[in-house]
């Protein structure tokens, strides 16, 4: 029988992921909305709309979740860097190459749930060809850069301290409140 302690952490480590999740989602939700509007634009379309979004916010939930897993298995850390940029670059690659395979892998899961042959599936992504991919790959990556930046910063700061210097009023404006 677990103890009373052991339940505790498990319910902080089950809290902890599911924040970091969260944050993740709206982070990527926000990134991916902002795509689809600029590529609705683009195409002459006028906003994103209703579908474009459900399927942006869907999207981003299981990015979220698979970047959850990939930093449970401590991707792009298992080279110790003590430099922040390094760590964050290399993460960033990481991540991205994780993302791409993942994405591969639910086009062809989906692709053979919908009841097609999974010869024709690898021979549409083949199909795509190389230039996407890559340039899939760039998006990901400069996505990934400036998040993996903020999210060392943040480890380096210790528990909370950043989400507390985002969110929380400073000392100065509580006193300045507090006379007023």
Same mark, same amino acid.
């Given at each position: 029988m677990a103890s009373v302690e052991t339940k505790t952490r498990i319910k902080e480590r089950v809290w902890e992921e599911t924040r970091t999740m969260l944050w993740l989602f709206a982070y990527i939700f926000l990134f991916l909305a902002a795509l689809a509007g600029y590529r609705s634009i683009l195409l002459g379309r006028g906003g994103a709309g209703a579908w474009p979004l459900l399927h942006c916010a869907i999207e981003a939930m299981v990015l979220?979740?698979?970047?959850? +897993?990939?930093?449970? =298995?401590?991707?792009?850390e298992r080279v110790r860097q003590r430099r922040m940029f390094a760590r964050t +670059?290399?993460?960033? =690659?990481?991540?991205?190459?994780?993302?791409?395979?993942?994405?591969?892998?639910?086009?062809l899961v989906m692709g053979m749930i919908r009841g097609r042959e999974f010869a024709d599936l690898w021979h549409d992504l083949l199909q795509l060809g190389p230039r996407l991919i890559v340039a899939r790959g760039v998006v990901l990556f400069i996505f990934f850069v400036p998040l993996f930046a903020i999210w060392e910063i943040g480890r380096r700061l210790g528990d909370g301290k950043l989400h507390s210097m985002f969110f929380d009023l400073p000392d100065e404006s509580l006193a300045g409140q507090k006379e007023g």
């Open positions: 979220a979740k698979v970047m959850v +897993i990939g930093n449970m =298995l401590k991707l792009g +670059i290399s993460r960033a =690659l990481a991540f991205t190459l994780f993302a791409l395979m993942f994405s591969a892998a639910e086009e």
